[in-house]
């Protein structure tokens, strides 16, 4: 009898196809270069493609773990959903294969640049071009990115499972990047009864990792809310919001979920309360009182932000300079904005009356 599937089930069998044995061309298009990355189950080159003349980056599974059906499938995976996802802020997949030696392997753009966890840890040692370079409104400007590249994967059923300083990248042009799809899983549909409840192997990081995701529970954007929750919580603190300092303690400490609010232990003279609200709501123990899902989470922090850029304004036209203002009025004759020029290449335009 023929039994009917479910969405997630069709996408899950498309993820987990084999890849096809044989490459006959695949070790005379790349050159490797440099290692540039390594992780948990692979590595990442730089590599020159010969065909297409163009330097690319080139992902490996780990020589150790060929033949390991589960990490093969992982990394295939992988290349699946960053190519399923199509998004500026996501490197584009060029290319999956087998090496000349069976390893698989794919090719994606080449992003140089530096990751929001080194630039967090120059801020902290007070290296001030970093400072400069990345104020708070900077850093929250890169969170509002990654949110969006989540509401974008959360449509298409996809969850990265992994966000931290570390797989957000900021090059030189200053655009941003969410990187290292590996551990993004298929959101399951809450109509899929039938779907059986099993138990996760965890593979992220617990300091980061929401407390469904230590205990291999049931996982959704939710708990990609808690990530960036938990990022927000570096930015504002300049410390991490898991300070055990072993993966045993971190995931203990996750699943207790008891967080000291970043205000009470940032290096910061001041934490903006809305942003210390926010922060604290992605990163509550229970899903059902965090943000419901990505967007509603980037409505908050791009509040937040034009908050924060109004405020700077505010500084800069009145403490800092002396703008040129201009105010329009109404027939009546009541003032209905002011409008103030500063060097500051942003211009603030508040409502008055």
Known sequence: ?????????????????????????????????????????????????????????????????????????????????????????????????????????????????????????????????????????????????????????????VSHSDIKGENILIDQQNTTWLIDWGNAELIEDENDSDREACAKSFHGSPAYASPEQVSGGKTDARSDVYGVGAVLYDCLALDTLIKANSRKAAIADSLRGEHIPPSQCSLRHQVPRDLEAICMKAVARDPAERFQDAQSLSIALRDSLCELLVRDDLETAFEVDRPEVTSSTDNDGSARSLNCHATDPRRLVTTLG
Not at 52 to 61: C, E, N, P, Q
């Open 1 to 157: 009898m023929y039994e009917k599937k479910t969405t997630t089930q069709l996408n899950q069998e498309r993820l987990d196809r084999r890849l096809p044995l044989g490459a006959p061309d695949s070790g005379r298009r790349y050159e490797k270069g440099d290692q540039i990355g390594r992780g948990g189950q692979s590595d990442v080159y730089r590599c020159h493609d010969l065909m297409l003349d163009r330097d690319v980056a080139i992902k490996f599974l780990r020589r150790d773990l060929m033949g390991n059906r589960d990490a093969e499938n992982r990394i295939v995976r992988e290349a699946r959903v960053m190519a399923r996802l199509r998004s500026s802020n996501v490197p584009e997949v060029h290319d999956i294969d087998r090496s000349v030696i069976g390893c698989p392997f794919f090719a994606m753009t080449l992003v140089e640049g530096q990751d929001l966890r080194h630039i967090l840890h120059e801020i902290r040692a007070g290296v001030s071009m970093t400072q400069r370079q990345f104020p708070l409104e900077r850093l929250l400007s890169i969170l509002c990115d990654v949110v969006d590249v989540l509401a974008s994967a959360h449509e298409l059923g």
